[in-house]
């Protein structure tokens, strides 16, 4: 979750009140937030060097660092949390975005020329007029950029933002896609000219800008922007030139995102725009640009649309288990920014008809809508009940009732890994991988994570190994799922619900083990009968690798081996580096029924 770090007095002045920790505590509750940590300026860079706390912090700005959903992007800043807050109370309204009235000749254009295809074929764009800039507020604006370069631009591959002086450029612009040798500017906070190739070359060094370079480094023609004279804008996604850089000055921004994607770099100018044409001249409004692509298809941009959805009254408080009227959900929903009223169709069917606002692109379906009225409303208020139609399923049951009596045996649960490496799984309990029977995986993202376990027999092998100087004897447990390759299903493979028990001790005897399996059986019910006898369960001797010889047993439950039990072979326990000797036991629970 993505975290938005902002002054405690800068947040309460633009709040329009001082609140106690504890108070701003509960508004971010009841809103769907959550106030992470309270820390300062210094802190926060001691903690990124690993230095000790020093005294003194008390003179210094507190800053709050505050969790948002990741997919509210305009949560990620200041003015928009603040805004949100606002209209949350009910002490604003929401406010109502429009475009400036431009005519067709007196609009900025941008050209798109065929070649962006070949690497970042989309482009969209606004011009913010009138903005008045402080240090707050332009620190803002930049850390904005970046918290969508990381969130929904995944890192500049999707979506790049350029944000410009408008007044250091001459329109109309365009938008190419050029060999590296042939782009010479001046980027961002250099003062001689590179060409592109040398650039990347340059920025390998650079710690921010080195992990972008991949994005367009190989390609035989780079993205580029440029004004009416021929001055570069940005080389995106790497860098913007320094001749428009913005500054505390900057009145008028013209703001571009190339994109791979382009509703994603409409979500992203949306967002920018939004949150901060509340600081211009003309507050909420925005100027449009004209995007005009070589197929001779003209947009605009920013599309500050609405977008209208019908919600029937009785889904919302089915899925919430509320009975709310259909005003007061409409109240609630124009606390969550959107705009919301009720209508009643011909057949008495209540219908909430919701504009969603192009701040809140989150919102693309009625649980949408239904997850909003719930937080407005309150989780807490939300009556607890339990649904007569659930219940357990056999297994389950079975499977808590067998964890319940190994807890009393003196067992500790632990819950390990469904997946481990192929190692693990094979070659450290002296099997052989027949290729028929583990789920391997595709693209697995280390070594440790190859396929999904057979057994349970590894994940508490490598507990044991990792807690070898824990105080014996060593007592665990584990109730749960392996999966195995099956042709007849769907999906080529299938789950099977297992018990494992170990004891670790100096005196790790075939008896104590042998002694769990009888307390389960007597659990079960099933009677200790002799071989061939299908009314119980018996024993007889088995040959399993991962077992001593001699020390292990085969369980046989109604005719059908159900697992096996036994002293645990010395190279195996040697493989996950244990010292003392081990006694195991693994089941099939299914088997039971």
């Known amino acids: 979750m993505p975290t938005v770090s902002v002054g405690r007095d800068r947040l309460f002045a633009a709040l329009g009140r001082t609140y106690t920790q504890e108070e701003f505590e509960d508004l971010c509750f009841n809103f769907g937030i959550e106030l992470d940590d309270v820390t300062t300026e210094k802190a926060i860079i001691r903690k990124e060097k690993h230095l000790d706390d020093e005294e003194g912090d008390d ?271 409409t109240t609630l929903l124009n606390q969550m920014q959107l705009y919301a009223e009720h209508s009643v169709s011909n057949n008495n069917q209540c219908t909430i008809n919701v504009s969603v606002p192009p701040t809140r692109s989150d919102v693309l379906h009625p649980c949408d809508v239904m997850e909003d009225v719930a937080i407005a409303y309150g989780y807490n208020n939300i009556p607890k009940r339990k649904l007569a139609s659930l219940q357990p399923l056999p297994l389950n049951e079975l499977s808590d009732l067998i964890r319940r009596e190994i807890a009393m045996n003196g067992f500790t649960e632990v819950l390990t890994f469904i997946l481990c490496s192929w190692r693990e799984n094979f070659i450290m309990l002296n099997r052989e991988d027949d290729k028929s029977t583990a789920v391997v995986i595709g693209n697995p993202r280390s070594a440790d994570f190859e396929l999904v376990r057979t057994s349970l027999m590894p994940g508490i092998l490598k507990t044991v190994g990792h807690n070898k100087d824990h105080p014996k004897p060593i007592k665990i447990f584990e109730v749960g799922d392996v999966a195995v390759l099956d042709k007849t299903k769907d999906v080529g493979a299938s789950n099977c619900r297992r018990l494992a028990a170990l004891y670790c001790g100096a005196t790790s005897g075939f008896e104590l083990i042998h002694g769990l399996v009888d307390r389960i059986m007597e659990v079960i019910g099933a009677p200790f009968v002799p071989l061939g006898d299908n009314t119980g369960y018996s024993i007889k001797p088995s040959e399993e690798p991962e077992y001593l010889r001699g020390r292990q047993a085969s369980i046989i439950y109604k005719g059908n081996c159900i697992g096996t039990f036994g002293i645990v072979h010395p190279e195996v326990l040697n493989n996950f580096d244990i010292p003392d000797p081990c006694s195991f036991v693994e089941l099939t629970i299914e088997r039971f029924f």
């Open 59 to 329: 003179e210094e700005e507190i800053i709050y660092k505050i969790e948002v959903p990741a997919n509210r992007y305009d949560l990620l800043c200041l003015e928009g949390l603040v805004q949100s807050l606002l209209i949350f109370e009910k002490k604003e309204k929401i406010p109502e975005y429009r475009l400036a009235k431009t005519s067709s000749d007196s609009i900025i254009k941008m050209h798109v020329k065929p070649e962006t295809s070949k690497i970042r074929p989309y482009v969209v764009c606004a011009v913010l007029r009138g903005v008045t800039f402080d240090e707050t507020r332009y620190n803002s604006f930049i850390d904005l950029q970046d918290k969508l370069h990381q969130n929904i631009c995944r890192r500049r591959t999707l979506v790049a933002i350029g944000t410009h002086d408008m007044d250091t450029l001459q329109a109309p612009f365009t938008y190419e896609a050029l060999p590296p040798s042939s782009i010479n500017f001046v980027p961002l906070k250099q003062t001689r000219s590179f060409r592109a190739d040398e650039l990347m070359e340059f920025y390998k060094s650079d710690l921010k800008l080195k992990k972008f370079l991949h994005i367009i480094e190989d390609s035989p023609v780079y993205p580029v922007i440029y004004d009416h004279n021929r001055t570069v804008l940005s080389l995106p996604p790497i860098i913007n030139g320094a001749h428009s850089a913005i500054t505390l000055k900057t009145r008028n921004v013209f703001i571009e995102c190339t994109a791979t994607d382009l509703t994603k770099a409409k979500i992203v100018l949306n967002t920018v725009v939004t949150a901060f044409s509340a600081y211009c001249e003309k507050k909420f409004e925005i100027e449009p640009v004209e995007v005009t692509y070589s197929d001779g298809k003209k947009f605009i941009y920013p599309d500050l649309s609405i977008y209208n959805m019908e919600v029937p009254l009785s889904y919302i408080n089915s899925a919430i288990g509320v009975s709310l009227e259909a005003e007061e959900v």
